[in-house]
């Protein structure tokens, strides 16, 4: 399935088609200190308090500021574009810290204005808008110091991940080739330093596939990196670099299946997982990852690769990750998967952590982070006649409960803690915002 740029419409798009817990400190957005202990009771904080200001009910306790809207003027005279999406938080040193955060543009809807460089323009002439813009704020007040496009020229800037080496991994969430209106292939993956001051030069990472990407995650230990596909028939696919930390040196890309035969996690008509169960898992090596004709995930699943219903957000903790399937399960209304890879010769291992029942348990859970008391906090992403978008939290014991109630018509997205693990930063999608949330995280 091809998808043009200048069909921006992305929601009828996509509705037509333990120790974790503890894993901050390795992934940038990070706090130090985790206790388990300290975790809040199964059902969370509390009540949401409604907020005056009719934005983002929170709990007693919990507070947030605005750190960023649409519109803004930034350091660079360029200003805060819109669609605001992923994100992560890296630690610059001397007391400051970074935001780096996605824009989900396309040209037919979203003007690059004065973009001065980026991937690729349309019919030659201006800047396609999607990419990301990065936050220079300082760590003991939160003010933003500098605001300045990072990344330009690309086409839907989903989601994304960090590094263990201070870089943000950006996302296009759409596949479609050159034409008579766009010199290049989209489709891929964009490296962007936490402190490059200005624009990047723009580098598509081909090596790690080209598909409908969504969020990306590193392990540590490995310098792999795991990557989500937010498709109804979206698989898992992992990428094995060449050189750890240099993932321009190129490396191999595989996909996620299952060594005992189950084909289909969106436990539909079948349910073939049941939560809490785990699976030994098997990857199928993938040629031709440039895929010309947008067939990775077609190719994969021919070989016994898992299907996955809207694979999104992805965390990396210690030793094991989370991923959204944001439409799975037999309600529809999502699921988080949980994965371990593989030591000291044991193999790499699959559970279906959580599965939602009902609208009010969980709906449709889209960008996720791990929280400093060993909580999930997955932003859910479902757009219906009544506003209900929540901040979800999700307990070790896999119970939800609500942690934030967005009062306006758009999504929650790109959360991530602060390196000191006592601000939450969540993104607004549109009309775009940053929010800096603050609490009692631990006791």
């Not at 950006?170 to 080739?177: H, I, L, N, R, Y």
């Not at 490995?222 to 094995?240: I, K, M």
């Amino acid at each position: 399935m091809t998808v043009s740029p200048f069909s921006p419409d992305r929601r009828g798009f996509l509705a037509a088609t333990g120790t974790a817990f503890a894993a901050l400190a390795a992934s940038g957005c990070s706090t130090n200190n985790v206790v388990a202990a300290a975790s809040p009771s199964l059902t969370g904080y509390g009540d949401l308090v409604p907020d005056p200001d009719g934005l983002l009910d929170l709990p007693r306790g919990f507070s947030y500021r605005v750190v960023s809207s649409l519109g803004d003027m930034m350091s660079d005279g360029l200003k805060v574009p819109d669609r605001a999406d992923g994100m992560g938080c890296f630690d610059l040193g001397d007391g400051k810290f970074a935001l780096v955060r996605n824009h989900e543009l396309t040209p037919d809807k979203d003007g690059g204005g004065d973009i001065p460089m980026g991937f690729d323009r349309v019919d030659g002439k201006t800047v396609m808008p999607g990419g990301t813009t990065t936050l220079v704020l300082d760590a003991a007040t939160l003010r933003v110091e500098r605001q300045y496009r990072s990344l330009a020229g690309t086409v839907r800037n989903c989601a994304g991940g960090i590094t263990p080496w201070g870089s943000w991994l950006t996302c296009e969430e759409a596949v479609f080739g050159a034409s008579d209106r766009n010199e290049h292939d989209h489709g891929w993956v964009f490296e962007v330093p936490a402190g490059a001051g200005s624009l990047v030069n723009p580098a598509p990472l081909k090596a790690m596939g080209r598909f409908n990407h969504e969020a990306a995650c590193v392990d540590p230990g490995t310098g792999v990196v795991y990557l989500t596909e937010d498709r109804p028939d979206s698989l898992l696919y992992r990428f094995v670099p060449d050189a750890k930390g240099d993932l321009a040196k190129g490396g191999r890309l595989e996909a996620l299946a299952l060594a005992g035969g189950i084909t289909d996690s969106r436990n539909r008509s079948d349910r073939s997982m049941a939560v809490g169960d785990w699976h030994r898992v098997r990857w199928i090596p993938l040629d031709n990852v440039e895929a010309p004709e947008d067939d990775l995930r077609k190719r994969g699943a021919a070989q016994g690769g898992l299907i996955i219903a809207r694979g999104e957000g992805i965390w990396m903790g210690d030793g094991e990750m989370y991923f959204t399937a944001t439409s799975g399960g037999t309600a529809g209304l999502g699921q988080i998967f949980r994965m371990r890879p593989g030591t000291g010769g044991r193999p790499d291992a699959l559970e279906l952590f959580f599965e939602s029942a009902t609208r009010d348990q969980f709906n449709y859970g889209d960008n996720l982070c791990v929280a400093p008391n060993g909580h999930l906090v997955v932003c859910e992403d479902q757009y219906s006649e009544v506003v209900e978008n929540h901040l979800r939290g999700i307990t070790p014991e896999g119970h939800a409960y609500p942690l934030g109630l967005i009062r306006i018509q758009t999504e929650p997205a790109g959360a991530c803690f602060s390196p000191d693990g006592r601000t939450l930063f969540v993104n607004l999608y549109s009309p775009a915002k940053t929010l800096a949330i603050t609490g009692p995280w631990t006791a």
